[in-house]
């Protein structure tokens, strides 16, 4: 059998940490949730998607969560669905379904054009 034992000086180890707090304060107002589901070369990283929709968004755009891959049947060869649940919120007031209707239109018609992605329906 064998048998490995350490030593670890955890002052030293915790000292190398950063102590960075990240805040971000929270909203009175509702946050607003869409699906977005776009088709897009196989190629393209799905991070590449998510900094256009990022820059697209603008302020008011809070969250991107990528959570489908999808490939299959209805997707074309050499194409994959990437599916991103996208959080709105405003710190000064409720966001109107005009305003996350544009904010959308913006993101889809940005992925369009620098991308070529195209809305999976």
Do not use: W
């Not at 107002?29 to 589901?37: G, I, M, N, S, Y």
């Not at 489908?68 to 990437?82: A, C, H």
């Amino acid at each position: 059998q064998h048998v490995c034992l350490a030593e670890f000086d955890l002052e030293a180890l915790l000292a190398q940490v950063p102590a960075v707090h990240r805040y971000r304060p929270l909203s009175r107002f509702p946050e607003v949730t869409r699906d977005l589901a776009v088709v897009v070369n196989e190629g393209l990283a799905a991070e590449q998607v998510r900094e256009t929709i990022a820059k697209a968004g603008g302020k008011l755009l809070y969250r991107i969560e990528l959570f489908d891959v999808y490939r299959g049947k209805q997707i074309p060869v050499g194409k994959k669905s990437l599916a991103y649940a996208l959080t709105y919120r405003a710190m000064d007031r409720t966001l109107t379904d005009s305003e996350v209707n544009r904010l959308q239109k913006r993101i889809q018609n940005t992925l369009h054009k620098e991308l070529g992605a195209t809305l999976r329906v």
